[in-house]
């Protein structure tokens, strides 16, 4: 992959990310189907986890600094914690998997 078509990729990683954290507390049907598209193409890009860490991160301090020009309190996005924790989890039992499959190849 080129260096060009790996920031286009991270570029879209993020937006999607920004999607799922969007719509994490609504009762978005779709966010589960969401989640795992987000989860399989990082984990078929092979996008570290401080990359997500990252995203996360850069994200919510816009949502703060949007919050704070509205005059509202930015204590609401600490609740945004429990979607970064559900994401990784996620990618973990995605790894966890992958190499359960691996090691039943080599025995």
């Known amino acids: 992959m080129t260096q060009v078509d790996r920031q286009v990729l991270l570029q879209q990683l993020k937006s999607d990310y920004r999607h799922i954290l969007l719509n994490y507390?609504?009762?978005?049907?779709?966010?589960?189907?969401?989640?795992?598209?987000?989860?399989?193409?990082?984990?078929?890009?092979?996008?570290?986890?401080?990359?997500?860490?990252?995203?996360?991160?850069?994200?919510?301090?816009?949502?703060?600094?949007?919050?704070?020009?509205?005059?509202?309190?930015?204590?609401?996005?600490?609740d945004y914690r429990l979607a970064l924790i559900d994401i990784l989890a996620h990618l973990c039992e995605h790894y966890r998997c992958s190499i359960s499959k691996e090691s039943k190849f080599v025995r």
């Open 25 to 78: 507390f609504t009762p978005d049907k779709t966010l589960k189907e969401q989640i795992d598209k987000f989860i399989n193409a990082v984990f078929c890009a092979n996008i570290p986890v401080p990359q997500i860490l990252e995203f996360h991160m850069e994200l919510i301090e816009d949502f703060s600094t949007q919050l704070k020009l509205e005059g509202r309190s930015d204590e609401i996005l600490l």
